[in-house]
């Protein structure tokens, strides 16, 4: 069992950044999870937004984030960071973190996922 917290959302204007954070308790090893992050705005499904492997030895980013989203985890603190920058209003959702067993590939797929946290909004203004 993996309980998952996510923080560090806000308002904040575009071209500004923000860092969101995942902290995750439980009983299993942080380590042996895919941690995700996944978003959604109103009116629209849930979307991948970029993930990271077990050791954070590779990431996956969605291309309407790359080159302005970047992941990281410290399995020490049982914590995973995604540091948003050059933020526009359509990145404007709630962000949720999401943690995955069974395998080290990094899926886009909501179903695949086994804990979830309860989201942190970001609001982006023009």
């Known amino acids: 069992q993996v309980q998952l917290v996510e923080s560090g959302g806000g308002l904040v204007q575009a071209g500004g950044s923000l860092r969101l954070s995942c902290a995750s308790s439980?009983?299993?090893?942080?380590?042996?999870?895919?941690i995700t992050w996944f978003r959604q705005a109103p009116g629209k499904e849930r979307e991948f937004v970029v993930g990271?492997?077990?050791?954070?030895?590779?990431?996956r980013v969605a291309d309407s984030v790359r080159g302005r989203f970047t992941i990281s985890r410290d399995n020490a603190k049982n914590t995973v960071y995604l540091q948003m920058n050059s933020l526009k209003p359509s990145d404007t959702a709630a962000y949720y973190c999401?943690?995955?067993?069974?395998?080290?590939?990094?899926?886009?797929?909501?179903?695949?996922?086994?804990?979830w946290g309860q989201g942190t909004q970001v609001t982006v203004s023009s």
């Open positions: 439980g009983r299993t090893s942080f380590s042996n999870y895919v």
């Open positions: 999401a943690a995955k067993s069974g395998g080290a590939t990094i899926s886009a797929n909501v179903r695949l996922y086994d804990y």
């Open positions: 990271i492997s077990w050791r954070g030895g590779s990431t």
